[in-house]
């Protein structure tokens, strides 16, 4: 907290030193700036193309709006440094585009701190394909009518001294609000890509301050560029060093479309989801490799069920993480061997909806957020939390709810031994129609039957405790 408070104050402190320092205008706007808002724009286009496809590959929104933010930078930044070379610039419009790309970048990243179940961002994530070519052509709209329009009364009001206190106004309001959410969520979930938003977020906020002072005019711009650059170099760096963790995200890419469990869960191990399920097996030793099982067993009854390959992604992602809630329950509890008493119970349930509050921050999609909330809810309508019966559990949930139960009776607890096979299979047949959907357990037991070794060698193999992770 200290550190991000301090790197957002000092380059002001810097700037009002240096203002005072130099009196008036000794500092002339060189025109090397060209080259630093050149490759300011150009860092910008690289995260807006690796974070783009990134969120495609992970069917993440929260990627994809942070993508966005970034090709609204580049473009804007391009306008704005060339279009004086173009023989069009006017000191208005050099101005308009660089408060825009603060504007629209601030919109977008506003946007990656909303919840992954607010209305606009579901609306959004619903037109997810098209989200980014829409985009690009209406930044290359915007440029051409603001470069072609020279002298209207709207780009007289972005100009004048009103017209900047407004976007101001907007700009540190949007800013703030993403670096407070991303902050609240790194603290969590300890992503880096979060810390990177933070940072990044919280420098273009001190330059649009440093820009609206309009003291020495060519002062203030190498000040605004300057951390306009911080702000797209923690991000690349962020990347890189994701990128080097991950080694490679075009090879699983490919991964994607084969139907062998293990891939697929391979595919969606990035480093946070990775995180989260490690901080869930430290926490709770009993569960060292649950995750895992039940996200195997999970997407096979999902495909033997025919879902679609949206639903069998959901069920890889959401599955691996669906305990997370569990994190927030206190480790007497978790790893009691004795009977509950009612209120460490309701600490219990508590875990699903805990495990949503959180993964909805982090940018789950729906489904995914689905499968944490509602794997305890049975097809009675007794389950927890919401209590939803039948149909109205989400499909996903009632299949991942099939596959933990299973796994949960195989595997030895703090206060019980692990059942046979045939001890579990019967007790699941018996809750067909009362905990599960009967449709989910049909194909369960013929799955069961039909892959008589692929069930032998997964109860063998956890019969060692194997984590994930390990
Ligand atoms: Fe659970």
Redesign the pocket.
Known sequence: MLQLGLAMVTPILIYFWLNRLVFNNSVVLHSSIIYLIGFEALLAIIIFLVMGIVAQQLRNIKILFVSLAYASIGAMLLCHGFSPMLGTGDSAQHFIFAQLALLLSSFWLWLSSLSADHRLVRWLGKHRKALMPVWCVLLVLIGLLILLVADDSFKQFLYSRNGARLTTFFILLFNTWTVYRHLITYMASRFSIQLAIVYGTGWMNTAQVILFTLAPEALNWWMFHGLLFLAMLVMMIVLVLEYRHTESLTASVKRLYRADPDRWIQTYMTPSVSELVKQTETKDAYTAGHNYRVTVYALKLGEEMGLSSTQLKSIALGGLV??V??LYIPDYVLNKPDKLTQDERKLIER??VDGYNLCKQVGFMVEELAIIRS??EKWDGTGYPDRLEGEAIPLVARVTAVA?VYDALTSSRSYRKAMTHEKAMSIIKEESGSHFDPRCVEAWVRIVEEEKEFFEQMLSSHKNMRSIIS
């Open positions: 669906h305990d809630g569990k875990h699903p794997h305890h933990d």
